[in-house]
């Protein structure tokens, strides 16, 4: 049986948990290779202070059964990058899994493959999808025929055991999760805007505020749609 591969695209000020959630859980995926994919082999700087080391360019990767592209303030850098748009383009069209976390969404968007597609991203940027063509649908996990995206970062977990189910049964999922002790108890009910007090979302009016420009800006000037 041949491997099922997997790859990760990464690129500079991304949101590591973006990455290394899913990348944790799918690594667990019987049958299965993971690729941390970059421009190049140099160690890729996170948005928290962690570096990432590729294992393949985009030049030797293999052809991908499924990619997956993370989010993080890269993102608008990315978007604009050629090279990464063209290789995400590429490697989609052959992949039997077009997916990302968070605001990774908006990459698949500037490659042209959200199109019509249902979608999810980070529920600060929710209302700039149409601008890459998609429909918006509520969720931490949306699937749009072989096009997957996830909500905000720690989505990405309940993505990853999404595709182990769909790919080797319930039954495999439910031994990764229980294998990671994925069993979310935060002290406070504050992960999402519908239930978040006031005070914490005002907190971060200013910091998303000018990355939504940003991101808007960006899309604006790809012409997407």
């Given amino acids: 049986m041949s491997l099922f591969n997997v790859g990760f695209v990464i690129f500079p000020n991304l949101t590591q948990l973006d990455f290394t959630g899913p990348l944790q859980v799918l690594s667990?995926?019987?049958q299965s290779a993971m690729h941390i994919v970059a421009k190049s082999e140099a160690p890729v700087p996170s948005d928290c202070g962690l570096s990432l080391v590729p294992t393949h360019?985009?030049?030797?990767?293999?052809?991908?059964?499924l990619i997956c592209v993370p989010g993080g303030f890269g993102v608008c850098e990315a978007m604009g990058d050629g090279e990464t748009i063209d290789f995400v383009r590429r490697q989609a069209s052959g992949a039997k899994f077009v997916t990302s976390v968070c605001t990774g969404a908006f990459?698949?968007?500037?490659?042209?493959?959200?199109?019509?597609?249902?979608?999810?991203?980070?529920?600060?940027?929710?209302?700039?999808?149409?601008?890459?063509?998609a429909i918006h649908e509520p969720g931490r996990v949306v699937k749009d025929g072989n096009v997957i995206t996830a909500g905000g970062v720690t989505s990405g977990i309940d993505f990853g055991l999404a595709v182990v189910a769909e790919l080797a049964g319930e039954t495999t999922a439910q031994t990764v999760q229980l294998s990671i002790e994925y069993d979310p108890d935060p002290p406070f009910d504050a992960g999402h805007p519908n239930r978040a007090p006031d005070a914490a979302k005002q907190a971060l009016v200013g910091r998303y505020e000018k990355s939504r420009l940003a991101y808007r800006t960006s899309l604006e000037r790809l012409h997407v749609q």
Avoid: I, M, Q
């Avoid at 360019?57 to 059964?65: E, I, K, S």
């Avoid at 493959?113 to 063509?133: E, F």
């Fill in 28 to 30: 667990r995926l019987p």
């Fill in 57 to 65: 360019t985009f030049t030797n990767c293999p052809a991908l059964d």
């Fill in 107 to 133: 990459v698949l968007g500037a490659a042209g493959l959200l199109k019509g597609c249902h979608a999810t991203t980070h529920w600060a940027y929710t209302d700039l999808l149409p601008l890459v063509s």
